[in-house]
């Protein structure tokens, strides 16, 4: 016969224990891809606890990147996320002037990587987005143009 009870003591350790071998491994590599996100958002000029913040987050690592707000958007749509996630990724390894080859390192082994990008001898250059690079802010005494010919007003 088969006394077997699933509800005692030995089985209910049992299971706390295969919890506990994968759940502490698996906070300790969260724990350490969090650390080096906050010091590659604090490279970048972004405050570090920003990481933590889940969508505020995103939206930091947009600004770093040179993306618009609303890509926020396409982070919410299954399957789309995926391929915008990546790209955003490619785009914060070229922000800190890395290859592909390093933006597969941020992909496949985060926990290795981030802390190499943030406590490494990376410079942040700036966002790497075309439209961020092609962004030219509003000269008015050099891209004034009046309707009527007339100079613009010298202070």
Do not use: H, R
């Not at 969260?30 to 987050?57: D, F, H, N």
């Not at 800190?96 to 082994?109: D, I, K, M, P």
């Not at 008015?140 to 100079?151: L, Q």
């Amino acid at each position: 016969m088969n006394n077997y009870d699933p509800s005692s003591a030995a089985s209910a350790g049992v299971v706390l224990a295969l919890l506990g071998a994968i759940l502490i491994p698996a906070l300790i590599v969260g724990l350490i891809s969090l650390i080096g996100m906050w010091k590659v958002y604090t490279k970048a000029g972004k405050p570090g606890w920003a990481v933590i913040i889940p969508i505020y987050s995103t939206i930091v690592l947009l600004e770093i990147i040179g993306k618009p707000i609303w890509w926020i958007f396409l982070f919410l749509v299954p399957c789309v996320n995926i391929i915008f996630a990546m790209w955003a990724i490619n785009l914060l390894s070229k922000s800190f002037g890395q290859s592909e080859g390093f933006t597969v390192g941020l992909l496949v082994l985060p926990f290795v990587f981030f802390p190499v990008l943030g406590f490494g001898n990376y410079t942040y250059l700036g966002p790497s987005a075309k439209e961020a690079i092609s962004y030219k802010p509003f000269d008015a005494s050099t891209d004034y143009k009046d309707p009527f010919g007339t100079p613009p007003p010298q202070a």
